[in-house]
């Protein structure tokens, strides 16, 4: 197959790029920064037409992963670079593609399991979850990142592409190895002490191993039936606290000194993130891939952890 990534240098671009790689496909991403690669890497702004366009005429797929990184503080310049990183690049994708003679079949647009509210007391599934937004008390950084995933898929779907099958995938935490990527940064605290309960340690945390997403994404490939809305998340979300435990286990480690919520803002503040990374209970369940019978290799966390942290090793 031919495939295209646009927004494909980061984490999730590069295990999505080596996996398809390796099997023998075509792939070919879209950077704002060119860089050298086993695939084939095209210059793009993501706001404006270009040469890039030409990688997706006959393509099979295209999976767009652009956006800029949420892990900053969300001042004003960075909430306006964050929205029209998604969709503006979102809204040229759709008139590029409806435009082309020969567009890909399918369009998988990234998205994010941030979308559903704050949730303690039941899973969201794709079915029967509720979107957040203004819930009483909750911060303006929440809602802020809640906005931002509406407004993300309201300029995918909002331009009809008759001939591309089109696909928002409501990602979780994707777990990989990989130096400078979401595990290797959870694993550093507990390596260091610190991976005790984050705030209550009761909110969960919904994710989903590297070797599960890329499977999960091939399953949609192939599964010509699929459209709209699929959550990408492990089958089983569980409380921060407990989630850290059993990387505390899978490292060998007993230590780990909780963080309150007090000292979270502070800690934040001073990494220049956000607390609502962290904070904010994401209870997301795979229903349309587990009804369709999508086998997990890893649908739960303690062996997850211990397979990570092996390969990170």
């Known amino acids: 197959m031919k495939i295209v990534i646009p927004g494909g ?4 671009g590069q295990i999505l790029a080596r996996h398809f790689h390796a099997q023998g496909h075509q792939v070919t991403i879209f950077s704002r920064a060119p860089h050298s690669a086993p695939w084939r890497v095209a210059a793009w702004d993501g706001v404006t037409s270009g040469p890039w366009v030409a990688a997706l005429e006959q393509a099979d797929v295209c999976i767009n992963l652009t956006g800029r990184s949420v892990n900053c503080r969300y001042t004003p310049a960075n909430r306006r670079a964050i929205i029209d990183s998604r969709v503006l690049s979102t809204r040229l994708l759709n008139g590029t593609i409806a435009a082309l ?13 941030t979308v559903y ?95 599960d ?14 459209d709209g809305i699929v959550n990408l998340a492990s089958p089983n979300p569980i409380p921060n606290r407990d989630f850290l435990h059993a990387l505390r286990d899978a490292w060998g480690t007993r230590i780990g000194l909780p963080a309150p919520r007090w000292l979270l803002e502070i800690g934040t503040w001073l990494m220049r993130t956000e607390s609502e ?37």
């Open 9 to 12: 240098s980061g984490q999730v």
């Open 213 to 226: 997403f890329t499977r999960s994404v091939d399953f949609l490939i192939a599964r010509e039936d699929f």
């Open 101 to 113: 003679t020969r567009p890909p079949r399918l369009w998988i647009n990234a998205s994010t399991a």
């Open 117 to 211: 509210r704050h949730a303690l007391d039941r899973p969201m599934s794709e079915r029967d979850g509720e979107l957040g937004g203004n819930e009483p008390g909750a911060p303006d950084t929440w809602n802020f990142s809640i906005d931002v995933a509406k407004r993300w898929e309201e300029a995918f779907f909002a331009t009809a592409t008759p001939r591309t099958r089109k696909i928002a995938i409501r990602s979780a935490l994707t777990l990989s190895p990989d130096r400078g990527g979401v595990f290797d940064v959870l694993l550093g605290l507990v390596r260091h002490g610190l991976g005790g309960a984050q705030g209550s340690g009761d909110q969960f945390v919904s994710w989903i191993h590297d070797d």
């Open 277 to 313: 990374l962290v904070l904010k209970s994401r209870r997301v369940i795979p229903g349309r891939l587990l009804d369709a019978g999508f086998q997990f290799h890893f649908p739960d966390w303690p062996a997850a952890a211990r397979d990570l942290v092996h390969r990170w090793r």
